[in-house]
């Protein structure tokens, strides 16, 4: 998984990585699997398929963390078996954001003006040609606040903490891999070869 978690077809992609689980699960000679993450997040709809298929998946699957395991690439590694970071990683950044730009006062400066015309009031929340109104604002708010309480909970389901343990992690910040390790969200400094290594342990074989 490098780069953003989204539906592009890649092994970023729910579509992408469920490919390549089902070719693993479905082939005899492949006895486990490591999962190499370098990605700061993406999508959190992609992010909850892909963490689902780790989860759901027969084999043992290790995860190696390169430079940045965070958001939404973190949900998904939180389902594996066991999670290899190194100690300058960065790991977490358990959290959600929504993103809404008012350009309304650009737009005044420029004499540019827009008429929406909606079936609703707040049809146009967020389309930028105004602020939000209270409610508005109250209502992504609890959408944001839903959504991470899913991505709590699916990290605590993976790694077998408390949600509450990982609501006090979940500041939206990532952790060093040194850090992780001694909170949880991972399980030992290590390397790629390393993981490789636990891969064949957990697996059985040399």
């Not at 008012?102 to 929340?125: C, H, M, Q, R, W």
């Not at 609501?167 to 910040?173: E, K, P, S, T």
Request: proline share 2%; charged share 20%.
């Amino acid at each position: 998984i490098d780069g953003t978690i989204q539906y592009d077809g890649t092994t970023s992609s729910p579509e992408g990585l469920k490919a390549q689980l089902d070719a693993a699960e479905q082939n005899p000679h492949i006895k486990a699997v490591v999962l190499r993450v370098n990605s700061g997040g993406g999508v959190a709809t992609a992010g909850e398929e892909m963490a689902r298929y780790v989860r759901d998946f027969s084999k043992p699957v290790v995860v190696s963390c390169a430079s940045l395991d965070a958001s939404a690439a973190y949900m998904i590694s939180s389902q594996a078996d066991y999670i290899y970071t190194a100690e300058t990683s960065a790991v977490g950044s358990i959290g959600v954001i929504m993103s809404v730009t008012d350009l309304s006062g650009l737009y005044e400066k420029l004499g540019i003006s827009v008429d929406n015309i909606t079936s609703a009031d707040a049809k146009d929340a967020g389309g930028g040609n105004r602020p939000l109104t209270e409610e508005e604002r109250a209502w992504y708010q609890a959408q944001v606040d839903q959504i991470n309480d899913v991505f709590i909970k699916t990290v605590a389901d993976g790694r077998a903490m408390t949600e509450d343990e990982v609501r006090a992690l979940a500041n939206g910040l990532t952790y060093t891999g040194i850090d992780a390790v001694e909170n949880g969200l991972a399980d030992e400094i290590g390397t790629l070869e390393q993981a490789v290594a636990k891969a064949c342990e957990l697996a059985g074989i040399p």
